[in-house]
């Protein structure tokens, strides 16, 4: 079992910047990646940036230049720091933990963008 809490989402104007956190704790050896995916209100949850546990990334291309996602080893936590958002990123935002066989998901936090 994987346990993912996550912090940092709220309320910015356009053009400003929000950093996220997701720690993670539990079976965390057993973690191949780490990402953030997001879901707007009556849209699917899409996938906004993965990590492996080799450090490499996939971001969407909706949000690269803009966002950069980095981790502590130490902290087994994961961030995500959002610049130049625009009202468009407003979304629920999730963190995710893929082991063999399974993903585990955060509660998710609301992230709104005002133009």
């Known amino acids: 079992q994987v346990q993912l809490v996550e912090s940092g989402g709220g309320l910015v104007q356009a053009g400003g910047s929000l950093r996220l956190s997701c720690a993670a704790s539990?079976?965390?050896?057993?973690?191949?990646?780490m990402g953030w995916y997001r879901q707007a209100p009556g849209k699917q949850r899409d996938l906004v940036v993965t990590i492996t546990s080799g450090g490499r990334t996939n971001y969407a291309d909706s949000v690269k230049g803009r966002f950069t996602i980095s981790r502590n080893n130490t902290k087994n936590t994961v961030y995500l720091q959002m610049n130049s958002l625009k009202p468009e990123d407003t979304a629920v935002y999730y963190c995710?933990?893929?082991?063999?066989?399974?993903?585990?998901w955060g509660q998710g936090t609301q992230v709104t963008v005002s133009s």
């Open positions: 539990g079976n965390i050896f057993s973690i191949a990646a």
């Open positions: 995710a933990a893929d082991t063999p066989g399974r993903r585990y």
